[in-house]
């Protein structure tokens, strides 16, 4: 076959087990990875989110994961199984010849990147799924129903009037346009049978009749529906809302040393005249002001929840189970606005509004909508940039008090491990350490347990057996 491309890329003897290998190949570069004696795999090298070199990545239990922030991919198919991200990598066959391990591939398939094939919309199937919230989780349950093989109708409903795009890149490519930052064009929706309903909000959802209510004056009715409808900014008590140079903001940003002054009070006061925010004062302090950014915080997007006696809300948040189900049948929820158990922590009730998270959320959901449903091991994972400085942080955080830091706090080059009450590691935050964090997401994912007696005998073993 003229399309094939079979090549050495290594000696065998050149990898030791679990050991992984930048090796050329088809023209570009990928990894080679030894899982045991006599097993190979060949991936590409670039991970499909923002473009990490993997090399750099964990291999661990039949996975490579990214060394920014926690991508995981499959060795054996390159399917994308734990995100941020939405595309899978390339795998390729492997063999061995005279000591020489070889890869094969059509050379239509040496690419960086590649979707996840999509069952298409067949008319015959009359069934309805409805997803509220355009968010990373909405959009990652209708991307996975169709991945996963139901052909029935798929309809996005979100109250922005954009498709779907990457929120984490406001706060940080402060110029980007929203075409470069789409999840996928309004083309892709298209071929994948995927109906984007932009600019429209719920309203109401009746589980009885299984009705969308629509600010529009429309209705929809659903066979099964998830809600991911995610959160807002908070807002300060004490302003009226009016006020014209104020912005708000949800996340967490490090401004340090870049002629950022801190305060820590906790709470402050404003002087505002015709509607301008002149001054912030607190403390004796009083500091002028241009501009105002609050970021206190966000609250759920749930009012139009608030008297549905039928899906259960706490503290304003969607209860959900194990499987992403709401209380009310065939209503499932996941995103910045559910509390969900989480069975690597005790299944301890948790709100987690990461990014990561949504998207594996509205997988999982998707799964659970299709009966398809495998055990929730997915390990939280943020991350954040300010000034060419990025934090990761995997896992949660019990005690805050609980932690072990190593590493340079002043320097911003540190590890730091926080422990629940039983001394169990459950949270990593680290800087300039890239990759503990993918490290000890890999590590929870797959059941180790690692303890401060750990620790405290033998410092980082934990991560000498897993990074390689
Ligand atoms: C500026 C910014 C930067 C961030 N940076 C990071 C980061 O670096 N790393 C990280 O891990 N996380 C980051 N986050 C957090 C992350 O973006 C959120 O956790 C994530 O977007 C939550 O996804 P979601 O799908 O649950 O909800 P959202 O992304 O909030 O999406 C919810 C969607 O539902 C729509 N909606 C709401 N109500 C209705 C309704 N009634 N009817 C119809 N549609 C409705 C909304 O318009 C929205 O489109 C950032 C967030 C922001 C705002
Ligand atoms: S670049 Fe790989 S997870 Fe972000």
């Known amino acids: 076959m003229a399309d094939l491309v079979e090549e050495p890329v290594c000696k065998v003897d050149e990898l030791q087990i679990n050991e992984k290998k ?96 999509l069952t298409p919309r067949s008319i015959i199937n009359r069934t309805t799924y409805i997803i509220i919230g355009g968010g990373p989780a909405g959009f990652q ?3 996975t129903l169709r991945q996963e093989g139901f052909d029935g109708r798929v309809v996005l409903i979100s109250a922005e009037s954009v498709p779907p795009y990457d929120r984490t890149k406001l706060s940080k490519a402060l110029t980007s346009k929203v075409e470069d930052i789409l999840l996928r064009n309004e083309e892709y929706f298209k071929k994948a049978g995927i109906e984007l309903l932009l600019g429209v909000q719920c309203t109401k959802v009746d589980v009885n ?20 409808t995610g959160s807002s900014p908070r807002k300060y008590g004490s302003l009226s809302g ?66 549905n006696a039928d899906i259960k809300l706490s503290n304003s948040f969607i209860v959900v189970n194990e499987k992403f189900q709401t209380s009310a049948e065939d209503v499932y929820a996941g995103g910045d606005v559910v509390l969900y158990p989480n069975a690597l922590f005790d299944n301890a009730l948790m709100n987690i509004a990461h990014w990561q998270t949504a998207q594996i959320h509205g997988r999982f959901a ?56 039983k001394g169990r590691a459950v949270g990593v935050a680290t800087m300039a350490n890239d990759p503990v964090a993918t490290a000890f997401a890999a590590a929870l994912r797959n059941g180790k347990v690692i303890t401060k007696d750990d620790i405290d005998s033998q410092g980082f073993a934990w991560l000498e057996e897993i990074v390689n």
Not at 82 to 95: H, K, L, Q
Not at 375 to 381: D, G, K, L, R
Not at 384 to 401: E, L
């Open 141 to 143: 349950c209708a991307e």
């Open 22 to 117: 930048l090796v050329p190949f088809g023209g570009g570069k990928i990894i080679v990875v030894r899982e045991s004696e006599d097993q190979f795999a060949a991936v590409g090298s670039v991970c499909s989110h923002y473009g990490a070199p993997l090399i750099n990545g964990v291999v661990y239990k039949g996975h490579i994961s990214c060394p920014w922030h926690g991508a995981c991919f499959n060795l054996r198919t390159g399917d994308i199984e734990e995100f941020p991200g939405c595309d899978s990598i390339p795998a390729y066959e492997t063999y061995v010849k005279n000591g020489s391990l070889y890869v094969k591939s059509p050379q239509s398939s040496i690419v960086k990147k590649r979707v996840k094939p």
């Open 209 to 228: 009749s299984q009705l969308v209510y629509l600010d529009d004056g429309s209705n929809l009715n659903y066979g099964k529906l998830f809600i991911a």
């Open 366 to 421: 998707a799964l659970a909508m299709l009966d398809k449903t495998t055990s929730f091991t997915s390990v939280p994972f943020f991350w954040s940039a300010a000034f060419g400085k990025g934090i990761r942080f995997a896992g949660t955080i019990h005690d805050p008090k609980n932690v072990y830091i190593e590493g340079d706090l002043e320097q911003l080059s540190f590890v730091a491990i926080y422990y629940n009450s």
């Open 242 to 307: 009016n006020e014209k140079n104020v912005f708000y903001m949800r996340t967490y940003k490090l401004y340090l040393s870049k002629k950022v002054d801190f305060y820590v009070t906790p709470k402050v006061d404003f002087v505002i005249e015709e509607q301008l925010i002149r001054k912030v004062t607190f403390e004796g302090t009083e500091l002028e002001a241009d501009v105002c950014i609050i970021g206190i915080g966000s609250d759920p997007n749930t009012q139009f929840l608030a008297d």
